[in-house]
Structure formats: structure tokens, C-alpha cells
């Protein structure tokens, strides 16, 4: 059984949901949360192993609370499910330590077969928002300077670490770890780590070899 906590700041949304994952036999909620700083809360007290997490909520919003629990309970995962899709709530909610991200107009077998595939630890991306990430990995930004975020990744693999060791020590998921690569591989223009590293020395991003 998946233990799960909804936080939608929607009474209606959080009803609706209850519905949908109480009627299934695999699926326990565990609470409902009417913000961010709920979420945190109820989370860290709860330990469910799925958020199911709106994005913009009154008060602590689902980004902030995503980077909190990434960092306070990185074993909780956080599926985001929220109406927007825009690039930059998309790449902000996955830079924060989101494992997943669907759109609302999921189907309910989509959001139950993500719930489940979140709760493995595997990324969950509905069919807009992997065309939204895709298409900014396809658009080479070689001068593009990386994040803090990024170099961190960047550091760690350069000195061996693998994803699982990096997203480890990052205290984020190994989804986020690998985004965090494919973005910096689109930012340097390479296609694997040994270029990215070979790059960034290049660049003087890490000191010159």
C-alpha cells in the first residue's frame, strides 16, 4: 500500500482526489494539506511516501515546500499536480527536488499509474511537460552560465561521484540529479559526462586541469 498526503489549497480538488485514491486498495491517504507549510508539517509528521503537490497555493507555496521536504525528508517523494505547465513552473517545481509533474486534465489512471511509479522513485513527467523539458535540452545555450545548483552536480560528478551518490550528498532525488545534467549538458553543448567535465576544466568552471 502507497501512503499518501494531498496538498491543494481547493477543498474540491482534495475531496476529488481523496475519492479517487481511497477507491483503490493500493493507495492509503494519509492527509490533506491547504498549503505549502501544511504540507511540510503534515509530512514530516505523517511521513507519507507520496506528496501529491499543488504549485500555487496562499502562503507557503508548492515550491517552497518541494525544497523544503527535499531537503528536511529526501526520502519523501514529491509528485507535483497543478494546472500550469509553463517552463518556468515546470524547471522551478524540478529544480526544487519535485520527482514527478502532471497537469490536472491527467486522465485518472495517469495520475494513479504516476502516484505509483513516484512512490519507486522514478521521474513522472505527463506528455506537455516532457515537450517543455525536451525542447530546452534540444536548444543548445553554450554560453549559457549554469546555476549553483548545477555546478554542484557538475563538481560531484567530476570528482566520480555517480547520481545516486551525488543526489545523496545534494540531499535532492537521482530525477533531479539527472536534470540537473541534461541541463548543464545543453548549457556546455556536450552530450555526456566525460565531455561536460572535459568542458567545464576548459571553461575554467573548475579550476584548469
Known sequence: MISLLIADDHPVVRNGLRGIFTGDPDFEVLGEAADGREAVTLALARKPQVVLMDLRMPGTDGVTAIRELAQQSPQTRVLVLTTYGDDSDVLAAIDAGATGYLLKDAPREDLLRGVRAAARGESVLSPAVAATLLGRVRAPEP??????????????????????????????SEATVKTHLLHLYAKLGVN??????????????????
Open 143 to 172: 554560453e549559457a552560465p549554469l546555476s549553483p545548483r548545477e555546478l554542484e552536480v557538475l563538481r560531484l560528478i567530476a570528482r566520480g561521484a555517480t547520481n545516486k551518490e551525488a543526489a545523496k550528498q545534494l540531499f535532492i
Open 192 to 209: 555526456d559526462r566525460a565531455a561536460a567535465v572535459a568542458t567545464a576544466y576548459d571553461r575554467g568552471l573548475l579550476g584548469r586541469s
